[in-house]
């Protein structure tokens, strides 16, 4: 069992910047793909970045591509999602996920753990 604890939502104004962090709470994090994906009120949970176990490849939706950073630390078992240039759009809440697939998953049964989520506001 792996469990994914998010931090670091808020409220920011658009063009602002916020940094979330997801923490795991096993050794085992260091072989899993991780991942963030969001979900705004009425849409469908959907995928925003994802990092290799080995923090070599990452991906991105095209949405927030050279906006958003993913990276991990595998020896704090920690993945964060560096958000620059907020829009009004990517109010949402955010969840950390890991995945076992190593190829890049970016669906939503491909991953299976996830925590809590985490309130991203951004106001315009």
């Known amino acids: 069992q792996v469990q994914l604890v998010e931090s670091g939502g808020g409220l920011v104004q658009a063009g602002g910047s916020l940094r979330l962090s997801c923490a795991a709470s096993?050794?085992?994090?260091?072989?899993?793909?991780m991942g963030w994906f969001r979900q705004a009120p009425g849409k469908e949970r959907e995928f925003v970045a994802a990092?290799?176990?080995?923090?070599?490849?990452?991906y991105y939706a095209d949405s927030v591509k050279g906006r958003f950073t993913i990276s991990r630390d595998n020896a704090k078992n920690t993945v964060d999602l560096e958000m620059n240039s907020l829009k009004p759009e990517d109010t949402a809440v955010y969840y950390c996920?890991?995945?076992?697939?190593?190829?890049?998953?970016?669906?939503?049964?491909?991953?299976?753990?996830w925590g809590q989520g985490t309130q991203v506001t951004v106001s315009s």
């Open positions: 996920a890991a995945s076992a697939a190593v190829y890049g998953p970016v669906e939503t049964y491909e991953y299976d753990y």
């Open positions: 096993r050794r085992t994090f260091s072989t899993r793909t």
């Open positions: 990092i290799s176990w080995s923090g070599v490849s990452t």
